[in-house]
């Protein structure tokens, strides 16, 4: 499972609280993902960084904000958590040379915001 | 954008049987073609692969197809049990974006 740890595994959150989910990896992978996942709509991207200090958008990025100030830290923020937000949040990390593009998922943050 | 579809998006055998899951995609410069598997609860698994250079490729009971003309790729599993059971995704990948693409998903079920 390449190491990756995600904290909190669970959360629940009131409308309009600002909420960090962590992804920790240990294996030195130089690319980090964060998913969502929701019924109907498998996995779909947020946020994807490419080295420390260097984030891009994903297909879903709107609400959502990332920071990756160390390699083996990717961290998720939902500056003013909505209803919407509720998911399955799951962080993925990609190696780099012969064996790119394979990602490796964390275990999963289910969030809930009432 | 790149976009995957995925089908079936259920699918029930009877154990021992064959499962077929196909996907389509877009992007002509897709190079790279995963299968993640996913039980109740977990994570996605990684399970098989294919790079755009290769038609097929097989482990075990589990075997993936591409084929770039029509721009589909194939999950095979042979003689299917229980364990199977899951949530397959589909996925592809742009090596340009370095991102992955994926499918809807497809509930398998494996009947006694």
């Known amino acids: 499972d390449a190491g990756i740890t995600q904290s909190p595994r669970h959360k629940v959150t009131e409308t309009g609280t600002p909420v960090t989910l962590r992804c920790h990896q240990t294996?030195?992978?130089?690319?980090m993902y964060w998913y969502r996942q929701d019924p109907g709509h498998g996995l779909r991207l947020i946020h994807y960084?490419?080295?420390?200090?260097?984030?891009d958008k994903g297909e879903v990025s709107d609400g959502y904000s990332v920071s990756r100030s160390k390699t083996e830290d990717f961290l998720l923020t939902l500056e003013s958590a909505t209803s919407s937000q509720t998911s399955v949040y799951f962080c993925?990390?990609?190696?780099?040379?012969?064996?790119?593009?394979?990602?490796?998922f964390g275990p999963g943050t289910r969030l809930t915001v009432t | 954008g790149e976009n995957v579809e995925q089908h079936p998006s259920t699918l029930s055998v009877q154990e021992g049987d064959s499962a077929v899951i196909k996907c389509t995609y877009s992007?002509?410069?897709?190079?790279?073609f995963p299968w993640y598997k996913q039980e109740l609860g977990k994570r996605p698994q990684l399970i098989i692969d294919?790079?755009?250079?290769?038609g097929e490729k097989k482990d075990q009971r589990i075997a993936v197809t591409l084929n770039k003309t029509a721009k589909h790729f194939s999950l095979h599993i042979t003689e299917t049990q229980p364990e199977d059971s899951a949530v397959y995704f589909c996925?592809?990948?742009?090596?340009?974006?370095?991102?992955?693409?994926f499918g809807t998903g497809t509930q398998l079920k494996v009947e006694l």
């Open positions: 992007d002509s410069a897709s190079n790279y």
């Open positions: 294996e030195n992978h130089r690319y």
């Open positions: 960084s490419y080295g420390v200090k260097d984030t």
């Open positions: 294919i790079r755009s250079n290769v």
């Open positions: 996925a592809d990948h742009t090596g340009g974006g370095n991102k992955l693409t």
């Open positions: 993925a990390t990609e190696s780099t040379g012969t064996s790119k593009g394979e990602q490796y």
